[in-house]
């Protein structure tokens, strides 16, 4: 289990406690999983919806912002869609509860 920080479209964000297996990740994103990931410290991986901007899901400008408050690289006006689901990542490439930074970032945007 590791604690994952959700960030839904309409901008509300919650805490939980998850097993990060596929088909976990699969019913919180409501399809297949697309991952992206922080290309620095410290490091976190988010799962989204494959298909999100094809079916189309919301855009999600939340969950867009704290990634690239976080190292993450996006295409120029490109925006993530659906559901996010943001975990850290160990040094061993394992899943571990969501690093505090990311916490800090929704601070002031969202409550939790």
């Not at 959700?6 to 901008?11: E, F, L, S």
């Not at 993450?72 to 990542?89: N, S």
């Amino acid at each position: 289990m590791a604690t994952a920080l959700i960030i839904y479209p309409d901008n509300s964000v919650e805490l939980r406690e998850v097993e990060p297996d596929l088909f976990t990740l699969q019913a919180l994103v409501a399809g297949y999983v697309e991952a992206i990931m922080s290309r620095r410290s410290p490091r976190w991986i988010a799962y989204l919806n494959e298909d999100g901007k094809l079916l189309p899901l919301p855009p999600n400008p939340l969950a867009t912002e704290v990634a690239l408050k976080n190292s993450c690289r996006l295409m120029r006006g490109d925006v993530l869609a659906g559901t996010v689901v943001f975990l850290g990542m160990d040094a061993q490439d394992e899943h571990c509860d969501v690093p505090q930074a990311l916490k800090e970032a929704v601070h002031g945007l969202a409550a939790i």
